[in-house]
């Protein structure tokens, strides 16, 4: 059984609440937020305790599940990893890249697990793609086409404390990416312009882009991100290779058809994007508890979170000067 | 809050222990079970007294949720109706229908509310074809096509005990049938074999069948059940009218695709049935549930529960002479 | 190089004029029809020559392709039989099975190849199935699914003179399924009823049916078919046997797709029967035209004609008598 | 009635004489090419006669067919022009963009008919997806992703004098875009690289590539193409706008589909580009034909040519240099 704390009592901490509570092998022991009120009322809810964040790394503990707001999120890190306890942390470590780096460093002198909130790796069609790469069913990957589009444009307020499209959205295509093709990009070049709403490009983001990247496989990457569709949250991954292809298609919400005249109208895809990758979060919380109960997995560490965001950041630039940028590895 | 008791501590009251725990308007306090120490373990898992069956309807509880074998199902009806409690009751009340017929003249004279587990009726793409029919957008419905395929031929012993196919596996699409189309079937002609194992033959039940019906309204009906596939659960419900054709489709269970040569290979269906149906179990009790705190709700209720029943001695009669069968109502 | 006549420039022969010019080893040397204008004006389409149909038998013609009314086939086939010329006919010989066991018994005295006209065969999904079954991908079959909805409902003059929905409309799926099964029926049951159109019923027939059959085998199949649909024409073929199932789904006539709030809207089916099969036209004359160069081939011939035929009227005596009748082949 | 001549007797001559011979209003009376039996040949099987090259444009015909080698368009285009033909030529004109301009200017001055074989407008789904736009049923386009993969590399002499794929293959998609979106491109960036056949890089060309664009309007464009698939002719169209999402899906060559484990196994693609192409030829000379009979009709004529010659141009200097490239159109 692993005690865990949650720190984060919002909307994605009640979501990890859930999940942490039925988790058979966990137990969710505490519950905290710069809202105390918030973290009782979501305490209580499971029959955990409320405590102050500072009195979080104290506790008897085994693991903290940092579900607050961005800019904390490096410093619970390095606390958790000073206590001593296994982190799973939603992303992004930090927005600023070396911030999120001395996070890092204090989690490897700590030898202390860390998970990154990366979860679309745990959808079920998606991490079987993953399979289908690793078997070799596709040969040699030279060609991969990602979309990720959201089905509203959130609020200005969190497009600009987001650190932009490519930080907040993309990057999780930039993991998946990596993780899936096993590779990392050696040039990226990213147009985008704020279609939806004005407002956006005022505040110096966008909300509709095409990255392309090369790998150092020589593998070609195309991912598109948009921040409103109408209709519904659509993501799809494609991997072609020499010898097949592979596709983790688009879904359906349901599966209803109905033919009338000449058409065949049927249900449209999931309404958001929470609809369409809730299990992934179970997923990614069990994934990260058997490691800790001593099982080998594979997850989004430390490495994918820093590799992911030096992705973004050259693809900001990119979007930024409109030019393509290198990438180097070493 | 609703107080729940659990009767039944098996492979089925298992699945309800999770949904009762998990439903924020149930409280599961009390669970049962002829095998003491099956109800404890369970019990023990939600943090529920186990209790012995005969004290269930004298505890302080709103409802009872009989998962127990079949056989008993009855007499447990019968008492909680009596203690006026609302009863949720696994599917047959009994196989012997005038048996089923005194347990709900019990029920009916203690005026309690009684649901019967149709689950299928909560599948949300077969709730969706409902809201089709309900909204004309088929006009008159003419024809019916159901596929109820299991992936594996259950024991002998569930076989033996199961009534028959019709009473067993097909009933469910007889509820659903006369619930999707609001009508009754006059006729029924049912032609089965046993195809995958002949000791099921020997048991005189058949594995394999084709149930045609003719409703009141003249619809035409096709049913078609198998006991296993090899290709996992397969269901599939269409509906025909006079201006449009509806289809709940089958459902892959994942949504992986690969391109190779000349094919496309992709995820097939549900490995079973369970993983097929499971969100329903949850859906049907929130439904009776919502019905207990007072909400108008549509559910199987007693008179769903001896229509189907009264399909299924038509359907087996008609199996066991090769002849249609008439039905009446009055 | 095969020298044809065509006997008939209605609709249905004109289709076949199209696909006798357009072949590379057939020659369309004559066309023939009771209308000696109508057949004049096809002729001069495809330089043939147009004469008197008494006239086609003497000739210096390979085959006759006969496309005439239904009430003129079995002389037609007689005389082309005597006349000693290979025969392609539509279906059926005559709507009276014994008229067209003389038919049958004059072309097996002449030793001339016979066709007939059930061109489903031909499609390249059905044809697809059959090759699946051949090579035992799906082990024994023990279940077989046929859609077959027409788009609408034939003028009343064409009801009245087609021997009814079973020998019109179902034969193609009874020849269907006895070739793709290389099985017989050993008992049918319909249901049926005038559900489109009052007057069809007053005529004796009914729009819409469902036939049921048990096959030597074992298997059990179902058949629906409709007169109208109002979403285009519908046909689906299912073969459920014990080490898979295969489908030959049902065919958009194009593949468009919108995503608009929460529906996807496809193109939905063909919008009539001859946009779905028509490529099956040529594919039959063409293998019709293989067999007379000597190439060994596989087409419904005058067993595969008489089989449907009396499958036809079996189901159309159940149909009338509501019960089901036995079949017995020596 | 049209008179036709074709120049070319090679593949592509072949199947447009195929086209030629069968449409109603169009007469094929003269068949040329460089080698005089080839045209001898075809000719013969439609009955038409064999000329040299240099006698067509003397000839009593109303419009030429230009099917012959690449190198030789410019100079037959302008030969036709100055005779007063009207012209269908195979794309491109000429390799060289500024030879392509003077043909083009000899075309104006004569004033006759010029059609360019972009024949992938005339696609039955990708042609109502042009209606859908026209309809206004996306709102402002603001995303377009194509996808064109063929099947099998085309062998080196073939590439060789290709123009490269900018020209060659992706610039049937460039065209395309300008057709559906009734917009041009500003900006283009070319990712690609010779990942099936080492050879094609060492000729200076690639046989994967991803190109970016950005349009006038300000809608994002990404466009992929690969020289082989291994799993037949891909071919995919999506338009993402303000209001709704319309693709132009891959199309599978068949509609089988075999369930067998937890696997569907359906028909994949189209074996290659002919197979899933070959229909747009004959729309593509029907509408040409259409428009010399006066009717007025939308197709790609010498302003679409040098459009899309221009962009391939434009996406050629973007990949030689790694750099993204502006085009300004006056």
Chains 1, 2, 3, 4 share one sequence.
């Not at 992934?280 to 994934?287: N, R």
């Amino acid at each position: 059984m692993q005690r865990f704390a949650l720190i984060g009592a919002g909307f994605i901490g009640s979501l990890h609440a859930r999940n942490l509570f039925r988790h058979p092998k966990v137990s969710l022991d505490v519950v905290a937020d710069i809202d105390l009120a918030k973290a009782q009322a979501l305490a209580a809810e499971y029959g955990a305790n409320a405590i102050a964040i500072e009195d979080v790394f104290t506790t008897d503990i085994d693991a903290v599940l940092i579900a607050s707001s961005t800019p904390t999120h490096a410093d619970f890190v390095e606390q958790a990893a000073r206590a001593g306890k296994a982190i799973y942390c939603e992303k992004p470590i930090d927005l600023d890249t070396r911030r999120a780096e001395q996070a890092v460093a204090a989690v490897r002198e700590a030898g202390v697990p860390l998970m990154i909130g990366f979860n679309r790796r745990f959808d079920a069609s998606h991490a079987s793609l993953k399979k289908v790469v690793v078997r070799g069913e596709l040969g040699k990957i030279e060609l991969v086409q990602m979309t990720c589009r959201s089905q509203e444009t959130p609020p200005m307020a969190y497009i600009e404390a987001s650190g932009g499209q490519m930080r907040d959205q993309t990057i999780h295509f930039f993991d998946l990416l990596c993780w899936l093709t096993e590779d990392l990009p050696v040039e990226v070049h990213v147009m985008g312009d704020a279609l939806s709403d004005p407002r956006i490009g005022e505040a110096g983001d966008v909300d509709t882009s095409i990255a392309t990247l090369r790998m150092a496989s020589g593998a070609l990457v195309q991912i598109d991100c948009t921040r409103r569709t109408g209709y519904g949250y659509d993501e799809r991954v494609e991997l072609f290779g020499a010898e097949g292809m592979a596709e983790s298609r688009r879904q359906p919400h349901r599966h209803l058809s109905i033919y009338k005249g000449s058409e065949q109208i049927s249900d449209g895809l999931h309404a958001d994007w929470l609809k369409r990758i809730e299990p992934t979060f179970y997923e990614a919380l069990d994934t990260f508890v058997r490691g800790l109960e001593g099982e080998q997995v594979d997850y989004p560490n430390a490495d994918a979170a820093l590799r992911a965001q030096r992705i973004a950041d050259a693809a900001t630039k990119s979007l930024q000067t409109c030019m393509p940028v290198t990438l180097t590895w070493d």
